[in-house]
């Protein structure tokens, strides 16, 4: 069972001195000292109770969740809502003062075997996250066509223009994924998609309370 690792190790960043001016921002990527992820809750048919665990990386950069139960399948015979499952993921987050954060992208991964696309299938992922008490969201949505399948599947998207968390306020970071598949245009065809890992890549901006 994956369990949060408690690390002393900081990320890199350039501190202004005292007295410095912070109207100027600065982003960098990763997160600043200070930083922690202090639980995470899940919903949704892609991730029921037992079947997801996250993971912080030593250096806080980037927390990676990963999935026993997050597929989506489409073929004969098959409901129709089982071509779409979704997992809300929420992060509990401590953000230092003087700093925010933002997610930079996310990569998907699925093992072999669990990525197959007959000719004309398609699978859709999708994150899209935001925090607590803010209306501002940001969205990385990628489809891929068929046909493909069978290796080992590493894809990263990036939110192009990522939200950033209140200024030195700890919040709840909420994500929102979903994988889909369509047959509509091979109703014979049997496509499955599976994320077996989210990792998420933090990035980091000063900011004034």
């Given at each position: ?25 600065v ?27 996250y993971?912080?990386?030593r ?84 489809t ?33 994924s ?25 990035q ?6």
């Amino acid at each position: 069972m994956l369990k949060l690792i408690v690390s002393l190790a900081l990320a890199s960043v350039t501190f202004a001195a005292p007295g410095a001016s912070l109207e100027r921002r600065v982003d960098f990527p990763g997160t600043p000292p200070g930083f922690s992820i202090t639980s995470l809750g899940v919903y949704g048919r892609g991730c029921p109770a037992g079947t997801t665990y996250y993971l912080l990386n030593r250096d806080k950069t980037a927390v990676t969740v990963t999935f026993s139960d997050f597929y989506a399948e489409a073929g004969p015979g098959i409901p129709i809502s089982s071509n779409r499952k979704a997992c809300q993921l929420a992060f509990g987050v401590i953000v230092p003062a003087g700093f925010s954060i933002s997610i930079s992208s996310v990569d998907y991964v699925s093992n072999r075997g669990s990525y197959l696309l007959d000719n004309e299938t398609t699978a859709t992922q999708q994150s899209t996250y935001y925090f607590q008490g803010e209306t501002d969201q940001a969205t990385a949505r990628s489809t891929l066509t068929g046909p493909a399948g069978g290796d080992d599947y590493t894809f990263r998207d990036a939110f192009v223009s990522p939200v950033t968390s209140p200024c030195g306020s700890d919040t709840v970071l909420y994500i929102n994924s979903d994988v889909r598949v369509s047959n509509s245009a091979n109703p014979k065809a049997w496509p499955l998609a599976m994320v077996t890992e989210l990792t998420f890549n933090f990035q980091s901006q000063t900011c004034e309370t």
